[in-house]
């Protein structure tokens, strides 16, 4: 028996699985894997989905089946949805608290492109830098799963990743009528300690849903039995 072998043995792992491959950022599809069982087909909301497969969480799912729908404010962003997530429902426009215009910051990576003028200030400085501000329309999420959600859909979880205004996203949804099994949402600039008092956390605490596991600036958050 070789050394690697021996070694995933007494881990308890199988030295002949193939190691499992993460599209997410900081492995965050691979985790919510593990909360979802490894379930063979569900459906997905991303916000700020930013690109089909790169720092993607919900790539992962839609390869094994899954559809959902992804969201990102980015002009021209639903080009390459639309060419290779074609099973998923995909639409080019912002969440926001209000329907209406606002200010979208664009920065030479697109992963960083904001709705919020503080973190754009933070966010460019080398090696990145902001290259345009624009208008872009937004609409409530509420609005949005009224109008594109199937009929009688659960959402297996929802996913914002929208650079300091995730709050905003989540204060936009009726609570009452759409209720993820799973949110994942940025926690940025909070450690685990100070977790008890993220904005977001307690508003998610509000609406009944917990965290339950932190992977760099993703916070997992579960929904409490209604």
């Not at 690697?4 to 792992?13: A, D, E, P």
């Not at 069982?37 to 930013?50: C, L, M, Q, R």
């Not at 290259?131 to 872009?136: C, K, R, S």
Request: charge should be negative; hydrophobic fraction near 40%.
């Amino acid at each position: 028996m070789s050394p690697k072998s021996l070694i995933s043995r007494l881990l308890g792992r199988d030295p002949n699985m193939a190691p499992r491959l993460s599209y997410g950022l900081d492995g965050e599809d691979l985790i919510l894997d593990h909360f979802l069982e490894g379930k063979p087909n569900g459906f997905y909301v991303d916000i700020g989905a930013h690109h089909p497969a790169r720092f993607s969480n919900t790539y992962l799912f839609y390869r094994r089946g899954w559809r959902g729908i992804n969201i990102d404010a980015q002009p021209d962003s639903m080009r390459l949805f639309k060419k290779l997530r074609s099973r998923d429902i995909n639409l080019e426009i912002g969440v926001g608290i209000q329907a209406g215009m606002l200010k979208y910051f664009q920065f030479n990576e697109p992963a960083l492109n904001t709705f919020s003028e503080s973190e754009a200030a933070l966010k460019n400085k080398a090696p990145y830098w902001l290259i345009d501000t624009l208008q872009v329309k937004v609409e409530r999420l509420d609005t949005l799963l009224a109008e594109h959600l199937p009929a009688g859909q659960e959402i297996d979880f929802l996913n914002i990743d929208v650079e300091g205004k995730d709050e905003d996203v989540l204060r936009s949804n009726d609570w009452s009528r759409y209720r993820p099994r799973f949110i994942l949402a940025e926690t940025l600039r909070t450690d685990m300690l100070g977790l008890g008092e993220c904005s977001v956390v307690q508003f998610l605490l509000g609406v009944g849903y917990k965290p339950v596991s932190k992977a760099y600036g993703t916070s997992f958050f579960a929904r409490e039995a209604d």
